[in-house]
C-alpha cells in the first residue's frame, strides 16, 4: 500500500517562501500522477498543483499560479512544491495526493482523483 509523508510546512511571513516536501511509498512513483491541494479551517479541500507522471504537464490553481511550482525527484520518489511570495490566504493545511493507477489522460485537479493522501502540513503566513 502506498503510503505519503509530508514535510516542510511552518510558519513564514508574509512575501516568504517555504518548499513542502512529500516522499512516497511504492515501487512505481514515476507512473503516479501527484497533485497538491490544501484546506483552511471552515473551507473546503482546495486544488493547489498538480503533476502528470507523462511529462503531459503540470497545473496550477490561479491563486497560486507564478508563485508555487509543483516538481517531483523520482529517484527520491518524492514530489516537492515550492511556494514563493506567500501570502496569508495561501495559510491551511497543505496535503499531498497520489493517483497511482497512472491514468494518462484523467482528470487530475480534484480530491477525488485521487486514491492516496498524506496526513498533511501545516503552513501559516503571518501578515
Known amino acids: 500500500q502506498v503510503q505519503l509523508v509530508e514535510s516542510g510546512g511552518g510558519l513564514v511571513q508574509a512575501g516568504g517562501s517555504l518548499r513542502l516536501s512529500c516522499a512516497a511509498s511504492g515501487r512505481t512513483f514515476s507512473n503516479y500522477n501527484m497533485g497538491w491541494f490544501r484546506q483552511a479551517p471552515g473551507k473546503e479541500r482546495e486544488f493547489v498543483a498538480a503533476?502528470?507522471?507523462?511529462?503531459?504537464?503540470?497545473y496550477y490553481a490561479d491563486s497560486v499560479k507564478g508563485r508555487f511550482t509543483i516538481s517531483r525527484d523520482n529517484a527520491k520518489n518524492t514530489v516537492y512544491l515550492q511556494m514563493n511570495s506567500l501570502k496569508p490566504e495561501d495559510t491551511a493545511v497543505y496535503y499531498c495526493?497520489?493517483?497511482?493507477?497512472?491514468?494518462?489522460?484523467?482528470?487530475?485537479?480534484?480530491?477525488?482523483?485521487?486514491?492516496?493522501w498524506g496526513q498533511g502540513t501545516q503552513v501559516t503566513v503571518s501578515s
Open positions: 495526493a497520489a493517483e497511482t493507477q497512472g491514468f494518462r489522460f484523467a482528470t487530475i485537479t480534484r480530491p477525488s482523483d485521487y486514491n492516496t
Open positions: 503533476d502528470r507522471w507523462t511529462g503531459g504537464g503540470t
